[in-house]
């Protein structure tokens, strides 16, 4: 049973950069999407991006032009990078798994989430 | 992008109540739908997928319908574990989107 957690600092300053890890407990990221999604208290669930086992990425447009989604730094880790932040983007973020497929794509297992305020 | 709308938003029921939401796309989205419960303080878990696909380990009185443009979750009767929060979630097209939720309360 595949589990996820999410790591980095809780605190980002405005017009920072955020930078979160996704931990998966397996011993390497070989198959599969790895997505990020987030959810600003109270509110609903955004859909950020993913990145495929080979490094390909695709990004919400609303976010493209801050965000990044990279493998690594270890060979069972993905990373978000989400650049001039802002109080909008006060959030938990969620890393998971995305299973895609021709015929469907569904987010599961999730980590347990971890909450990045923007504040100074 | 696609906007996925749910209805209603709060729903009050009781236990063993048979209780139905909707979720309605702004355009056809085949069967590229899924539904997650969320709970307070926890990630969402996956319970239909495809639109009418119960996710494994998911219980049976969950059940999904629909296709197009509107989708119905259905839960036959309501367990006090299912009382949360229910979205929504298209896959047809980047970017994903999710519905604004519909919120199971206790009545």
């Known amino acids: 049973h595949v589990q996820l957690q999410e790591s980095g600092p809780g605190l980002v300053k405005p017009s920072e950069t955020l930078s979160l890890t996704c931990s998966v407990s397996v011993d390497s990221i070989n198959s599969y999407y790895w997505s990020w999604i987030r959810q600003a208290p109270g509110k609903g669930l955004e859909w950020i991006g993913y990145?495929?086992?080979?490094?390909?990425?695709n990004y919400n447009p609303s976010l493209k032009s801050r965000v990044t989604i990279s493998l690594g730094p270890s060979a069972n880790q993905f990373s978000l990078k989400l650049s001039s932040v802002n109080a909008a983007d006060t959030a938990v973020y969620f890393c998971a798994r995305e299973d895609i497929t021709v015929f469907s794509s569904r987010l599961g297992p999730w980590g347990q989430g971890t909450l990045v305020a923007v504040s100074s | 992008d696609i906007q996925m709308t749910q209805s209603p938003s709060f729903l009050s029921a009781s236990l063993g109540d048979r209780v139905t939401f909707a979720c309605r796309a702004s355009q056809s989205i085949s069967r590229y739908l899924n539904w997650y419960q969320q709970k307070p303080g926890r990630a969402p878990s996956l319970l239909i997928h495809?639109?009418?696909t119960l996710q494994s380990g998911a219980p049976s009185r969950f059940s999904g319908s629909g296709s197009g443009t509107e989708f119905n979750l259905t839960i036959t009767s309501l367990q006090p574990e299912d009382f949360a929060t229910y979205y929504c979630?298209?896959?047809?097209?980047?970017?994903?989107?999710f519905g604004g939720g519909t919120k199971v309360d206790i009545k």
């Open positions: 495809t639109a009418v």
């Open positions: 990145i495929s086992y080979t490094g390909h990425t």
């Open positions: 979630q298209q896959t047809y097209s980047v970017p994903e989107t």
